[in-house]
Nanobody, 117 residues
Framework: QVHLVESGGGLVQAGGSLRLSCAASATRVIIRSMGWYRQAPGKERELVAV???????NYAESVKGRFTITSDVRTNTAYLQMNNLKPEDTAVYYC???????????WGQGTQVTVSP
């Protein structure tokens, strides 16, 4: 079983920065990837960034050059540094961890990010 706890969301003006954190506690599960997704009102949940095996990162085109994902495989933590935030980045951000083997997905409870114009 994997339990995820996110933190770091909040309200920021356009052009500002926020850093999200996700801590995963895993029991008898090896985590192969950790990532961030977001869901804006009325929209589907979308990938923001994902880190595989702690070294391979992929980003949505809309955040490339502004967001950076990092992770620590020893402590099962992931971070999302968000710079030059835009109002369209406003959403609930969710952390997701995927296990090795069965590739089971585990989700956090989400943290709200609001960017004002």
């Amino acid at each position: 079983q994997v339990h995820l706890v996110e933190s770091g969301g909040g309200l920021v003006q356009a052009g500002g920065s926020l850093r999200l954190s996700c801590a995963a506690s895993a029991t008898r599960v090896i985590i192969r990837s950790m990532g961030w997704y977001r869901q804006a009102p009325g929209k589907e949940r979308e990938l923001v960034a994902v880190m595989l095996d702690g070294r391979i990162a992929n980003y949505a085109e809309s955040v490339k050059g502004r967001f950076t994902i990092t992770s620590d495989v020893r402590t099962n933590t992931a971070y999302l540094q968000m710079n030059n935030l835009k109002p369209e980045d406003t959403a609930v951000y969710y952390c997701k961890a995927q296990s090795s083997g069965w590739r089971t997905d585990y989700w956090g409870q989400g943290t709200q990010v609001t960017v004002s114009p």
